[in-house]
C-alpha cells in the first residue's frame, strides 16, 4: 500500500511546486494588473491543492474540504475586489501598465 500512496504525493507534489512557480513569475515579472491577478489565483490553486493533499494524506478529509471551501470563498472575494479596483484604475488612468502608474505624483 506504500508503494501505491507514494507516486500520486510526488505527482501533487511537483504540480504544487510548479503552479507556486507559474504563479510567482505571473506576479514578479508582468506589468501588467490583469496578469497579476492570474497569477495570484494560480497560486491560490496551488494552496487549494496542497490543502487536499495534505488532508489525503493526514486521512482528516473533513477537515481539509472545510478549510478548501473556505479558501475558495475568501479567493472569490479577493479576486471581485481586486477586479473592481484594476476596473477603477483602468477607468480613471486609462491604463493598467504598472510601471506607467508608479510614476503617477499624488
Sequence with gaps: MGDTLIQPVWLYAVTVALLMIVGLYCIVVTSNLIRALIGLEIIMKAV???ITM????????????SFVITLIVIEVVLM?????LVISIF???????VRVLRNLKG
Design 48 to 50: 487549494t491543492l496542497l
Design 54 to 65: 495534505v488532508g489525503q494524506l493526514t486521512g482528516n478529509t473533513a477537515m481539509a474540504q
Design 80 to 84: 471581485i475586489v481586486a477586479g473592481g
Design 91 to 97: 477607468r480613471k488612468y486609462h491604463t493598467i501598465d
